[in-house]
């Protein structure tokens, strides 16, 4: 239960900040930040809460070592690429080799999330 609800709780405050800057923007008329905005809530947002729904559904898949890679993967990345993005967007590239890392960190993630789901359903499949 801790890689679901850690998920849960991450995609949960991404719904709030993606959102949050989604009306910043709108106020402001201003939306040069729309891809961080985009990033938050497909990546934090969407990716994040269903991951966390997939190992509710799948507690078994939420066990051992693959699991908690695949949640320090997603958070690091997740976490050093907004602020990369953000800052790259804003004219300020520093962060640009930060934000190749993330993405890498973010597709080793999806990849592990893969092979997670095929295990967990291919068990599934086997037992039913």
Do not use: C
């Not at 991450?10 to 930040?33: D, K, R, T, Y």
């Not at 990716?47 to 993967?73: D, K, Q």
Request: glycine share 8%; aromatic share 12%; net charge positive.
């Amino acid at each position: 239960m801790f890689v679901s609800n850690n998920f849960l709780r991450l995609g949960a405050l991404s719904a709030l900040v993606g959102m949050s800057l989604g009306v910043w923007m709108g106020a402001n008329q201003e939306f040069v930040l729309r891809p961080v905005h985009a990033h938050i809530n497909l990546i934090g947002f969407a990716s994040m809460m269903l991951f966390g729904l997939f190992y509710r559904v799948f507690p078994a898949a939420g066990r051992g070592w693959m699991p908690i890679t695949h949640f320090v993967l997603s958070v690091i990345g997740f976490l050093i690429l907004m602020p990369s993005l953000t800052l790259m967007l804003l004219g300020r590239p520093l962060f640009v080799p930060g934000m190749i890392a993330s993405e890498i960190m973010l597709v080793a993630s999806i990849a592990l999330f893969v092979v997670i789901v095929f295990k967990a359903t291919m068990a599934k499949d086997a037992s039913a």
